[in-house]
């Protein structure tokens, strides 16, 4: 209470001392292109909503339009031209501190009709012209406007329909009922590594992420049925971009807050050069407070920084190049002897811990404009991923090393994609990438007899996967198109293949309603370190798991469709996923990837074959009332079966069939001054708990440790999640500066989730480990 008093006050201080109250302004700026081809538009005008007679620029030869003094608060951008579908972006917010630059990308009529369609930035639909369902574009305003997103895209994306969290802990992401291993990360055309703090080798997610939504721009997710250029992924897909700098001024921002201290900045390399940079630096606030001896009365203090950068190039006739990258490293400490009442208990008792995770990626990318009706894309990037993780005696006269891992990997990517749009009806492109793989994997363990097992031990391996895919979508008019496309993989240390044909249908009735299609086969690669999983049978050792094939869904999804009005929308979905090629024990087993890849750590399991199945089947609710009149609203439900079968061929629930998700965010701004405005935003979820193997208590007494019950595997379910967050934020505009303060107050009702069970040999009892109770993030943000 002291905190949010503190807070309130300083809140108000802030208010009662505002300046004047003058109506600040700032530039709008930026490209107008084709959304297919990428190349210019002149001639368009793009103005202000309820400034048209004054605040309007037309687009000059190269795309360019400028528009000055425009109001700071919420504005509404739009465009006329003739020949192209109408586009508006509404509600989009203007700081003082910060100019707005914008790439607005057109669609061009099929038929010059008197009915137009509007196409603009709708959150509905993906920025990909290719996608057809189970896509949606998100802003980087959405990461910082919903309660409880951390700033953080997967979290954001755990409140749309047929996605959930795993947990509180960290951010992987559960999309209709699939692995949160079955995700793609994607950063400027490119897969990349797990982008999170804290993220174990072969997962997704962690606990903080190291994308800095400061430099993201606007970018797409999909839950299923995605466009054949996507690859090597089986549940979803989040394709990110970085925006480019400001080429004009530098700009800058300094932000504080849980997530940690950072400072970025931005602008033109000369006054002469459409060149620009973007930098932003961050490092964990808590190791701050460690380092000053300040302590909040928790057993481990996570330490963590990373860095975020683009430089942008533009040339006048050799395209534009550009250099980015993301990286960060993280560790953390937990001693036995500093262990909280509530702390987890990691499974075993009287141990200290170590952990330690870091990932970076950086390349270099080239748009290069053959003409006026197509283009070439070409990435190089290196990135690397590594973990380390050590378990020892809490007592420090017989220190023992129980456990031990030192993990890497590095990737050298190299992708390029053409595009040709040969009219309004037709487009086509194609791409190749390879993805040459250099893994170290080295962890054993204390077995009984006192000596170390190596459960790994990888030096220096090389591995390759490549791909290739071509698409082609022909709208048949402004209301009907159909996309077709395939996307094969080849992966070297088995020669395995996958062919993987999509298909997309899009019809829309009239502006108001609209039904989509897709289906296609999508394979994944099983987590690299597997494939060297080694096995000691007869006194010979060997990787048992070599010859494991991609896993592979074969999705169908129908949507529907109806905008009520411009600030109202439903949608339906429903979809059929049938997963195939699992991996699974040879032996009878409940065991099956689908069940792998949401904790910190993860057994690795030799002995492994394509022989399991699953599916996942479901029905999904969207309402959402998007920001207008000073509040938005969203409200997702999701009804859904997942289960699979393993060696044991028993049909049994996967761990996520929780069966039903069912979110509801709202908020409201209030409007303190012409300057200032007040945001309170909520956020609730329900939804089902997970499935788990139940501890054989009988039988664990007898041997003195968790023996479980695998005969009722998947069968007993957590109860039910709820959580209540809520989000207090202050926005205050000045003449060359604005500035941003938020409270996140989670967990409001200190509800006890489940997180976990491990079994207490002394009482001869399970323990179940909670998930965060009431828990306040707070950051406060500078722009100028």
């Known amino acids: 209470m002291n905190n949010l008093s503190f807070i309130t006050i300083l809140i108000l201080l802030v208010t009662i001392n505002l300046s004047a109250q003058n109506q600040y302004s700032q530039t709008v700026r930026?490209?107008?292109?084709?959304?297919?081809?990428?190349?210019?538009?002149?001639?368009?005008?793009?103005?202000?909503?309820?400034?048209?007679?004054?605040?309007?620029?037309?687009?000059?030869?190269?795309?360019?339009?400028?528009?000055?003094?425009?109001?700071?608060?919420?504005?509404?951008?739009?465009?006329?031209?003739?020949?192209?579908?109408?586009?508006?972006?509404?509600?989009?917010?203007?700081?003082?501190?910060?100019?707005?630059?914008?790439?607005?990308?057109?669609?061009?009529?099929?038929?010059n009709l008197e009915e137009i369609i509007i196409s603009a930035n709708s959150k509905s639909k993906s920025s990909n012209e290719m996608a057809s369902v189970s896509a949606r574009s998100f802003s980087v305003e959405e990461t910082e406007r919903y309660a409880g997103t951390w700033l953080d895209p997967a979290r954001m994306a755990s409140n749309y329909a047929g996605v959930m969290a795993s947990g509180d802990q960290r951010n992987d992401i559960i999309i209709r009922g699939n692995s949160p291993l079955g995700l793609l990360w994607m950063l400027e055309g490119v897969s990349i590594p797990n982008p999170n703090h804290f993220g174990t080798l072969g997962t997704t997610g962690g606990p903080i992420s190291i994308l800095n939504n400061n430099l993201l721009d606007n970018s797409d997710f999909y839950t299923g049925a995605f466009p054949a250029e996507y690859g090597n992924a089986l549940s979803g897909v989040f394709d990110l971009k970085l925006r480019k700098g400001n080429n004009e001024t530098y700009e800058f921002t300094a932000q504080a807050g849980m997530n940690g201290l950072e400072f970025g900045a931005e602008g033109p390399f000369s006054k002469n050069s459409k060149a620009s940079f973007l930098l932003n630096y961050r490092y964990s606030t808590l190791a701050i407070f460690k380092f000053l001896d300040i302590h909040f009365g928790v057993s481990g203090v996570p330490e963590f920084q990373d860095v975020s950068y683009k430089l942008n190039f533009p040339t006048k006739k050799a395209g534009t190049f550009a250099i980015f990258g993301i990286g960060g490293i993280s560790t953390i400490e937990v001693f036995y002897e500093d262990k909280q009442k509530d702390d987890w208990t990691f499974g075993r008792e009287n141990l200290n811990f170590k952990f330690g995770s870091g990932m970076g990626v950086s390349g270099i990318s080239h748009f290069y404009p053959i003409d006026k009706t197509s283009y070439l894309k070409t990435v190089v990037a290196l990135s690397g991923t590594m973990s380390s993780a050590r378990a020892d005696s809490a007592d420090t006269e017989t220190e023992t090393i129980y456990y031990g891992d030192n993990s890497n990997e590095v990737k050298l990517s190299a992708t390029t994609k053409y595009t040709k749009k040969i009219n309004a009806k037709n487009v086509f492109n194609a791409g190749f990438n390879a993805e040459i793989y250099n893994v170290h994997y080295e962890d054993s363990v204390l077995m009984k007899n006192g000596l170390y097992y190596f459960l790994s031990e990888v030096n220096n391996q090389k591995m390759l996967l490549t791909g290739m895919y071509s698409q082609f979508k022909h709208n048949f008019t402004n209301q009907f198109s159909i996309t077709g496309g395939l996307h094969y993989l080849f992966f070297n240390i088995n020669s395995s293949q996958s062919v993987e044909p999509r298909l997309g249908i899009k019809y829309s009735l009239n502006a108001q309603h609209s039904f989509s299609f897709g289906a296609g086969i999508h394979s994944q690669l099983q987590p690299r370190l597997f494939y060297f999983?080694?096995?000691?049978?007869?006194?010979?050792?060997?990787?048992?798991?070599?010859?494991?094939?991609?896993?592979?869904?074969?999705?169908?999804?129908?949507?529907?469709?109806?905008?009520?009005?411009?600030?109202?929308?439903?949608?339906?979905?429903?979809?059929?996923?049938?997963?195939?090629?699992?991996?699974?024990?040879?032996?009878?087993?409940?065991?099956?990837?689908?069940?792998?890849?949401?904790?910190?750590?993860?057994?690795?399991?030799?002995?492994?074959?394509?022989?399991?199945?699953?599916?996942?089947?479901?029905?999904?609710?969207?309402?959402?009332?998007?920001?207008?009149?000073?509040?938005?609203?969203?409200?997702?439900?999701?009804?859904?079966?997942?289960?699979?079968?393993?060696?044991?061929?028993?049909?049994?629930?996967?761990?996520?069939?929780?069966?039903?998700?069912?979110?509801?965010?709202?908020?409201?701004?209030?409007?303190?001054?012409?300057?200032?405005?007040?945001?309170?935003?909520?956020?609730?979820?329900?939804?089902?708990?997970?499935?788990?193997?139940?501890?054989?208590?009988?039988?664990?007494?007898?041997?003195?440790?968790?023996?479980?019950?695998?005969?009722?595997?998947?069968?007993?379910?957590?109860?039910?999640?709820?959580?209540?967050?809520?989000?207090?934020?202050?926005?205050?505009?000045?003449?060359?500066?604005?500035?941003?303060?938020?409270?996140?107050?989670?967990?409001?009702?200190?509800?006890?989730?489940?997180?976990?069970?491990?079994?207490?040999?002394?009482?001869?009892?399970?323990?179940?480990?909670?998930?965060?109770?009431?828990?306040?993030?707070?950051?406060?943000?500078?722009?100028?």
């Open 30 to 111: 930026g490209k107008v292109v084709d959304i297919e081809s990428k190349s210019a538009i002149p001639g368009v005008a793009v103005m202000i909503e309820g400034y048209e007679d004054k605040l309007v620029a037309l687009s000059n030869s190269e795309g360019i339009f400028k528009i000055e003094d425009v109001p700071v608060g919420r504005i509404t951008i739009k465009t006329m031209y003739i020949s192209y579908n109408y586009y508006e972006l509404r509600n989009v917010e203007l700081k003082s501190g910060k100019e707005l630059v914008l790439t607005i990308e057109l669609t061009e009529k099929v038929e």
């Open 533 to 784: 999983q080694e096995t000691k049978i007869d006194d010979i050792i060997s990787c048992t798991n070599k010859d494991l094939n991609f896993s592979k869904s074969n999705q169908a999804v129908l949507a529907y469709d109806y905008l009520i009005n411009r600030n109202l929308r439903i949608k339906l979905e429903t979809y059929y996923q049938y997963l195939n090629h699992i991996p699974v024990e040879k032996n009878s087993s409940v065991f099956s990837m689908i069940n792998y890849g949401t904790s910190f750590f993860e057994a690795r399991t030799d002995s492994l074959i394509n022989e399991g199945s699953g599916q996942n089947y479901g029905f999904e609710f969207t309402f959402e009332k998007f920001l207008s009149d000073n509040y938005y609203l969203l409200l997702t439900a999701s009804i859904f079966e997942s289960n699979y079968k393993g060696s044991d061929l028993i049909k049994r629930n996967t761990i996520y069939n929780g069966n039903y998700v069912l979110n509801f965010l709202s908020g409201y701004t209030f409007k303190i001054s012409k300057n200032a405005r007040l945001n309170l935003d909520v956020k609730t979820v329900f939804a089902g708990g997970k499935h788990y193997i139940p501890v054989d208590i009988e039988a664990s007494e007898l041997v003195g440790a968790a023996v479980y019950d695998y005969n009722s595997a998947y069968e007993p379910q957590f109860e039910d999640f709820f959580r209540l967050d809520g989000r207090l934020g202050f926005k205050l505009n000045r003449k060359k500066f604005n500035t941003e303060f938020a409270f996140d107050l989670q967990n409001i009702t200190n509800h006890k989730n489940v997180l976990l069970q491990t079994y207490d040999a002394e009482t001869n009892s399970v323990i179940y480990d909670y998930q965060l109770g009431l828990f306040y993030v707070f950051f406060i943000r500078f722009q100028f």
